[in-house]
């Protein structure tokens, strides 16, 4: 396993900093549509390998979020195989987002 894990809260503090990051939702695009946390952009595992590596950013922080967690993770395990070396799954996915009542943008809200 190499990446790392961070809480929603951890996540909400450092967007709240300005931290720097590419926040991936890994989610189909009608879920993200639907709602999504703010900067994060849409990638579904299906193509997010070939993405990421045809836009060169191995070395960059990648969070990972999905509806719960487990998806995250396989994502992190298959990118970590890559090469790709800053990875932190956010645990408890767009769920544990939602039940400190973060904020989330789309067509929901």
């Known amino acids: 396993m190499a990446f790392e894990r961070i809480t929603s809260n951890n996540l909400h503090d450092l967007q709240k900093q300005g931290e720097s990051m ?6 189909l695009p009608a879920d993200f ?3 999504h ?3 994060s952009i ?7 390998q ?15 979020i999905c509806s719960n967690g487990s998806l995250a993770y396989k ?3 298959i990118l970590a195989s890559l090469g790709f070396e800053r990875l ?11 039940v400190f ?3 989330l943008v789309g067509r929901k809200h």
């Open 37 to 39: 946390i703010a900067g």
């Open 88 to 98: 932190v799954v956010m645990a408890g996915g767009l769920l544990a987002w939602r």
């Open 22 to 27: 590419l926040l991936v939702d890994l989610r």
């Open 50 to 64: 070939a993405e990421l590596s045809r836009q060169g950013i191995q070395r960059v922080p990648i969070y990972l």
């Open 33 to 35: 549509a639907d709602e």
């Open 101 to 103: 009542g973060f904020p």
């Open 75 to 77: 994502a992190a395990d």
């Open 42 to 48: 849409n990638m579904p595992i299906a193509v997010l």
